[in-house]
């Protein structure tokens, strides 16, 4: 589809909308400007006035035209990241409501495209000046979400405002990446390895991180933060062996202070990794947390994905880690896969809850570059069947006492919808909440690792380590080096805050 920028240059929110509303369509800027003619396009206009400025969508699709105008109040507003807040929000709006009246189905989301809705809901109340009500109610009336989807979106911003509460200024979450499966599955596009091609390179990448680990404590230390929560996730950190886990682990604890640790979680993502011996090394470190993935209960879709695991060893998987009740455990799954069907995505939530998991959580199929589905083609289950899976999910969820407690969008999902934590009362993540909310800093060691920082107003510096495990290991110094920046950032900001 064509693209027409008229006093603005909002690229990003062009790109966004017409991803979601017109998925088959892809921008185009034309170097000449014939206006909208007879090929489908979208001409996006801003006028400012005194008081006003008013978002103009020209849509030329099906060969339909037609107009829609959206203003917003702007005097006494700068130049800057509000009225630029301010400006694309109408713009979007406007591209939303013109895609509505040329035949798009309205999106679950509404006109919504972020990655975060709840923060965006606490955006209305906290930026915006609106009552709890009143933002809900906006999200319903003006940006078109619906009642099933908003009300996600509350539970996921209360989720987080009782989390903010729980934490001090000082406080900050630990991420350690272990990029190691032993297979690659099908919709995967993360930066990992497969185990068999490189399980000789995980001590010498154990090194490397004990490395990076000492950096980063010190700098902990000197920033004057307290570690509240720890992840270590992947790849399939239990593609490890025992002894290499007690090595990684062990290496955690006399590098970094503990002490004001709530939750320490580690993803055994794949059950056919998951064994007594690693679970009673985990324990023996304090580890209170881990992930059983099944992705799915149907051994035909697993076959479908690559996952080369049953449903039978899932089930043997979360046996074990009963065996341990330190343990809560946590359980994804994803609707959308090849293969799957309304029903049978239904008896895989029933027999995931049955099996007692502590957190589900409901992932829609996200299709991502480098992955096998998009590669080949792969065919999908459409929007309105993954639209029935994840709401007899919630279904099944809510009877069964679990509820929303943190939740996230992706580019490229099925149906545009979503993926949410579910708890029970008393387990929710703290650090799936802080990462999703960006409520705390989040340190990131190992590859691919993305650090961020944060300060009152947001995400404000990010420090990003090498992706692939050999890169990072060949510039492990420099990475350890980049780690004073924390120390830079935070002996810089006013005190009292995070």
Request: charged share 25%; with cysteine.
């Amino acid at each position: 589809m064509y693209i027409f920028l008229r006093n603005n240059d909002y690229r990003y929110a062009a790109e966004q909308m017409l991803l979601m509303l017109f998925p088959e369509e892809r921008p185009v800027y034309p170097s000449a400007d014939p206006g909208l003619r007879e090929e489908n396009a979208v001409e996006l206009e801003l006028k400012h006035g005194k008081t006003y400025t008013t978002a103009v969508c020209r849509l030329r699709y099906d060969r339909r035209t037609v107009q829609k105008h959206v203003r917003a109040r702007t005097d006494g507003i700068r130049a800057g990241e509000e009225r630029a807040r301010i400006e694309q929000r109408i713009l979007k709006l406007a591209f939303y409501r013109a895609a509505l009246d040329v035949g798009v189905p309205k999106p679950e989301w509404g006109c919504l495209t972020g990655v975060r809705p709840a923060k965006f809901l606490a955006g209305l109340m906290q930026k915006d000046g609106l009552t709890e009500t009143a933002a809900v109610r906006m999200l319903t009336e003006t940006f078109g979400v619906s009642k099933e989807r908003a009300s996600l979106a509350l539970a996921a911003e209360r989720a987080a405002a009782r989390a903010k509460a729980a934490l001090a200024p000082q406080d900050v979450c630990l991420y350690i990446g272990i990029p190691f499966c032993p297979t690659r599955c099908a919709y995967c596009s993360f930066v990992s390895v497969d185990a068999p091609k490189l399980l000789k390179s995980i001590p010498d990448y154990l090194n490397a991180l004990e490395q990076e680990m000492r950096s980063t404590a010190a700098a902990v230390k000197a920033a004057g933060r307290r570690i509240v929560a720890v992840y270590i996730g992947g790849g399939t950190p239990t593609t490890l062996s025992a002894p290499e886990l007690d090595r990684l682990l062990a290496d955690t604890k006399a590098c970094f202070d503990l002490s004001a640790c709530r939750e320490f979680t580690v993803e055994a993502g794949r059950p056919d990794t998951v064994t007594e011996e690693k679970l009673a090394v985990l324990v023996s470190h304090g580890v209170n947390r881990v992930s059983v993935n099944p992705q799915t209960m149907s051994d035909a879709v697993l076959e479908e994905i690559g996952r080369h695991h049953t449903a039978a060893e899932v089930r043997e998987a979360v046996a074990m880690v009963k065996k341990f009740p330190q343990l809560a455990f946590n359980m994804d799954l994803i609707a959308g896969l090849p293969g799957d069907t309304p029903e049978s995505f239904s008896d895989t939530v029933r027999e995931v809850i049955a099996l007692g998991a502590e957190n589900i959580t409901v992932h829609t199929l996200a299709l991502k570059k480098g992955s096998r589905f998009l590669t080949e083609g792969t065919a999908l289950p459409d929007g309105k069947a993954v639209g029935e899976m994840l709401g007899d999910a919630r279904e099944k969820l809510e009877a069964a006492g679990y509820a929303p407690y943190y939740l996230y969008r992706q580019k490229f999902m099925s149906g545009s919808f979503e993926n949410v934590g579910w708890t029970k009362p008393g387990y929710e993540n703290l650090y799936n909440i802080c990462i999703m909310e960006e409520l705390c800093g989040i340190l990131a060691v190992g590859a691919g690792g993305s650090t961020k920082l944060t300060a009152p107003g947001g995400v404000v510096k990010r420090l990003m380590a090498p992706k692939y495990p050999r890169e990072y290991m060949d510039r492990i110094a420099r990475t350890c080096a980049e780690k004073d920046e924390i120390v830079r950032f935070y002996n810089s900001e006013p005190k009292g805050t995070n």
